[in-house]
């Protein structure tokens, strides 16, 4: 399985402060930086077509829409695929190979 390392939130180089994205589909190039144009679930290089994919749904969880520790990037199909749905990986934690440095996600998503 290919790592996904996504890493922490990434600096604006020109204010040196982490970056407060107003619209989830900014982080996508600094997705594609981090991990590159690999489709986070099927691992499939994608040079096209890459969504960024919230680990908790917006639906569900609106507050964390444009957080960086909930985003993956996902292709078209698997992002279909997955829907609304929770990611829940196999053989995994709750994050998977994905845990977020910070513990703020888990800590309030815990059921
Ligand atoms: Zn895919």
Known sequence: MRPVERGDLPIDPNTGIPIVFTQYSQA??????????????????????????????KAARPDLERRWDNFLL?????????????LILRGASRFGNTIPKSNDISSVSAP
């Open 28 to 57: 996508k190039s600094h997705l594609i930086d981090r991990v590159g144009e690999y489709c986070s679930y099927c691992e499939r290089s994608i040079n096209h077509l890459l969504h960024v994919e919230h680990i908790q749904p």
């Open 74 to 86: 996902s292709c078209v199909n698997c992002n279909a695929a997955k829907g609304h749905e929770e």
